[in-house]
C-alpha cells in the first residue's frame, strides 16, 4: 500500500494514504497544492506543490481537482475605490425603504447628501 508521507504544523511528519490527500492545481496560472485533514489533530493542511510534486501525488493515486480563479479577478474596474464615506453612506441607504430598488435604479440621481453618483 502506498503511504505518503506529509508535514502537519502541529503534529510533524505524518503517514497518510493516497485518499486522504487532494491535490488541486488552477487552470490559469497552474499552481498546484496539495491538502490533507491531519490524521491527528484533525487540522486542515495546505501547502503549495511543484508540478514535480502534483505528477508524483496523482501517480500515486492522489484525486485531482481542478480551479478556476474566480471570473470577477478579470473584471475592468472603473472609478475611484470605496472609501469610509461610501461605507457610511451605502449603511444609511440599508436603512431606508427601498434601498434595493434605489440601488438597481437610474445611477445618474443624487444622494442624500448633494453629491452626484455615475
Ligand atoms: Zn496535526
Wanted: charged share 30%.
Amino acid at each position: 500500500m502506498t503511504t505518503i508521507r506529509a508535514s502537519c504544523p502541529e503534529c510533524g511528519d505524518v503517514q497518510l494514504r493516497p485518499s486522504d490527500l487532494k491535490v488541486r492545481v488552477c487552470v490559469d496560472d497552474n499552481a498546484g497544492a496539495y491538502c490533507f485533514a491531519c490524521p491527528f489533530c484533525g487540522r486542515s493542511v495546505a501547502k503549495p506543490a511543484e508540478r514535480r510534486i502534483v505528477d508524483l501525488l496523482v501517480s500515486s493515486g492522489v484525486k485531482m481537482e481542478v480551479w478556476a480563479l474566480p471570473a470577477e479577478l478579470s473584471e475592468s474596474r472603473e472609478g475611484a475605490s470605496i472609501n469610509y464615506d461610501d461605507l457610511l453612506d451605502f449603511h444609511l441607504l440599508l436603512e431606508r425603504e427601498g434601498w434595493f430598488e434605489e440601488l438597481v435604479g437610474d445611477s445618474s440621481e443624487t444622494t442624500n447628501d448633494g453629491r452626484s453618483r455615475g
